[in-house]
């Protein structure tokens, strides 16, 4: 059976069914997974790229309502807004752009959105993946908006009998900076064209431009433009220069329905309107929202639960839709994009296969910093396809740059957080049969990274020639990176520097192993253990060192405020545990796994009344904080150290507390982070991790309490040899939460994890659950 065919069999479909009665007959829905997404779930503290309600998968336009354009936090859609200031195409890592909006009555464009934006209401407003629809109450506009990947599809219902606008902001600051200058040309009646260059931010250092195409439905009747806020006095055409913007006017006679197309490219006008061409080439607009649904629907069908709450569900395809929204495709429908990690933007072209088609798309992301615990590990389960692409971007990155990103915007390098994260990311990836990409380039690259010179070198949007803030001359020299060290850039925290880099150590170790690359995994083997350096027996934590080999005074394992000296937006006392791969070395410099054990309950103990959270940028405060990605597996780490019943405890409890949140006001506790929170959610949900996040060559699935009754996840088969895993449970409530026994493939298992490869030929786990910890169970001997 097809790929597609297969997902159409295994999703849930919406089904109709009769029942006969002396009372007549009904018809029960069965949602489909798409339609369990809530877009508005925390969204009233929301980051500019948090919110794409009429977006595609990963799709290079990620259209919504802008209700707050200034900053890359709290800004985007924020549901107590009371006001509409535009809808805007780019909702990115660093990337912003083309923000519009449709107004009647007196022209307030040159006077700026505070002056036209519009009141609207939840009341008449609806969202949901690919569709988002809301009534301006100011202009009696109902706006609906939908999008193909890289097109922007708006239909406006205007009042009758008036003349229609619509407002090309194009120079306005949008989410992360001001621009530079735009421009903006009428073709002809139908359509528009412009940029806009967005300026340098403090993480994305080169100004970078996009570029549009907007067509229309109807004929444009008038066109005029501003700069300054001044209006121009005559027709203007092209406009261009610093803050100026256009609009274009449909007489009232021509009806009160407009439809405009508009698409995107970071590489010009013609590609933006190749783009439109090949993804849009007609007007019906709910067939682009039927569309955008079953593309979700394919997607997010790859896994589908029985069981639960409805509350719960909707949690669980709301975590699943973030995991494939936040990080953007960037190269064209054929294969162009830009490339600004030179001295001048350069328009390259991805390779084609034999038929003509791109062989993989470029992507914009956020760091994959503590992706290892998240995104690597759901994607590589579900959505191999997706990790092939995205490694093959990375390499494509470093083919031309010299680097392998961490966090690229715009085709320019970001350096954003520390170290090289994409060292486990790529390790997972070819070590679970992920491998469409040049493996020789990518460790090539990632060899690169690990000494003086590579990018582990830059402390967080270290920019300058000479990088000095990631101080690997002296983790190579001393195997660890002191406090005190030169450089610029920021999070120069020489202790997470230190526990990140002996992991990535490893990881790039364990792909030098699959390789066949024996003296290199040898030697970033012994490198791996570098964590020892750092740990104190007077202190009995990670404890930072000075250049001089002293520790640091005044140590304390947490704090107040952002970060303790020497961690990243964390502390010691997270920190400690970052040893993913060498958990029994790190437990042995506590005196033992039970003695690890009573010191990892007592910081969920104490966690437990701030809900193992913090409030964003209070990172020090907490012994646990599962607001941000240090401290992602600590509830899984009782697995490994001989208590599997207290990771079931804590799992749950966690996921039921700190991200069960389904309103507006709960749910990722401030940042979800471009789908790692999400990503997190979902394996909480199913009852799956993996602490090394999958980057072993002998890669193993860790076993927690899953919140269904039952999970079947469809199995890519271009990856795998099974059909489908299931994991199904007895006996599951609320309170059943700990494990009695497990059968998997039909037989007895007593271990809380299983290999790799009995999840890719596919299967079952059947768990039976109860009310009381049966500590037998799950202890490996």
């Not at 859609?77 to 009555?105: E, K, N």
Request: aromatic share 14%.
């Amino acid at each position: 059976m097809a790929w597609n065919e297969r997902q159409q069999a295994l999703s849930i479909t919406v089904i109709a069914i009769c029942i006969a009665s002396v009372l007549g007959s009904c018809t029960v829905k069965t949602l489909q997974p798409v339609d369990h997404v809530n877009p508005f779930v925390d969204t009233h503290k929301s980051r500019w790229f948090f919110f794409a309600s009429a977006s595609r998968p990963f799709g290079m336009v990620s259209l919504s309502p802008d209700t707050w354009v200034k900053g890359s936090w709290n800004s985007g859609y924020s549901y107590d807004s009371l006001h509409v200031r535009c809808f805007s195409h780019i909702h990115a890592w660093q990337l912003s752009g083309i923000p519009v909006m449709p107004t009647v009555g007196e022209f307030k464009g040159h006077k700026g959105m505070e002056e036209y934006k519009s009141a609207f209401s939840h009341e008449q407003e609806i969202a949901k993946p690919g569709y988002h629809k809301v009534y301006l109450e100011d202009y009696h506009i109902q706006a609906e908006l939908t999008s193909t990947a890289r097109v922007g599809f708006h239909k406006y219902c205007y009042p009758d009998d008036t003349t229609k606008y619509v407002i090309f902001d194009v120079g306005a600051y949008l989410g992360h900076s001001a621009m530079d200058s735009a421009y903006v040309e009428v073709i002809n009646e139908h359509e528009i064209v412009g940029y806009s260059i967005m300026s340098p931010t403090r993480r994305r250092p080169k100004a970078t431009y996009v570029y549009f195409v907007a067509r229309f439905d109807q004929t444009i009747s008038q066109f005029g433009s501003w700069q300054f806020g001044i209006l121009a006095a005559k027709d203007v055409n092209p406009v261009h220069g610093k803050d100026v913007g256009a609009f274009v006017a449909f007489d009232k006679n021509q009806g009160s329905v407009l439809k405009m197309k508009l698409a995107i490219s970071y590489t010009g006008i013609d590609q933006a309107r190749l783009n439109m061409d090949t993804e849009l080439a007609h007007w019906d607009f709910d067939r682009v929202v039927s569309e955008s649904k079953e593309e979700w629907s394919d997607l997010l069908g790859r896994i589908k639960v029985e069981g639960g709450t409805e509350k719960q569900k909707t949690k669980f395809y709301t975590d699943l839709w973030h995991s494939l929204l936040g990080r953007k495709v960037v190269s064209d429908v054929d294969g162009k994009y830009c490339d600004m990690t030179g001295d001048s933007m350069v328009v390259r072209q991805i390779d084609l296969d034999g038929k003509g088609t791109p062989i993989h798309k470029q992507y914009n992301f956020d760091a994959w910093w503590g992706s290892h615990w998240t995104l690597n590990v759901l994607w590589s389960m579900v959505y191999p396809d997706v990790m092939d692409d995205f490694c093959a971007s990375m390499v494509e990155m470093y083919r031309y740059g010299g680097v392998i990103p961490r966090g690229p915007s715009g085709g320019n390098y970001t350096y954003v957080m520390i170290g090289d994260p994409a060292a486990s990311f790529f390790a997972t990836a070819y070590n679970k049969g992920i491998r469409n990409y040049n493996i020789e380039k990518a460790y090539e690259g990632l060899f690169k990274n690990a000494f003086k010179g590579g990018i582990r070198d830059r402390a967080g949007y270290e920019h300058t020639k000479e990088p000095r803030g990631g101080g690997m001359e002296y983790y190579l020299e001393r195997g660890y990176v002191p406090e005190d060290i030169e450089g610029s850039g920021i999070h120069k925290d020489g202790a997470s520097m230190t526990m990140e880099y002996a992991f990535q150590d490893w990881c790039v170790g364990q792909l030098a192993l699959a390789l066949g690359k024996k003296d290199d995994f040898e030697m970033f083997k012994q490198r791996s253990l570098n964590y020892k350096n750092l740990w104190n027996p007077e202190t009995n934590f990670i404890h930072p060192r000075n250049k001089d080999g002293t520790w640091i005074e005044n140590f304390s394992p947490i704090g107040e405020g952002f970060s303790t000296l020497g961690f990243c937006e964390s502390n010691s006392a997270i920190y400690t545990n970052y040893v993913p791969h060498d958990l029994d070395g790190l437990m042995e410099l506590f005196g033992g796994h039970k003695e690890y054990t009573k010191y990892l309950e007592s910081c969920f103990i104490k966690a437990k009344e701030n809900n193992f959270i913090t409030d964003h940028g209070k990172h020090a405060e907490s012994w646990v904080d599962y607001e941000n990605q240090p401290s992602c597996q600590m509830a899984h780490l009782f697995n490994h150290s001989g208590a599997p019943w207290l990771s079931q405890k804590w799992v749950r409890e966690v996921k039921e507390t700190t991200f069960s949140g389904t309103t507006p006001y709960g749910g990722y506790n401030g940042d979800e982070d471009q789908g790692q929170m999400g990503a997190l959610g979902v394996l909480m949900a199913i009852g799956l991790f993996q602490m090394d996040g999958g980057a072993s060559v002998n890669s193993s699935y860790e076993i927690t309490s899953p919140l269904f009754d039952k999970v079947e996840i469809a199995l890519h088969p271009k990856y795998h040899t099974g059909d489908k895993f299931v994991i199904s449970t007895k006996n599951n409530s609320k309170s059943n939460t700990y494990i009695q026994s497990a059968r998997l493939k039909g037989q007895e298992w007593t271990s809380y994890k299983f290999p790799h490869e009995i999840y890719s030929s596919g299967g079952e786990l059947k768990l039976k659950l109860g009310n009381d910890p049966n500590k037998r169970w799950g202890i490996d001997e």
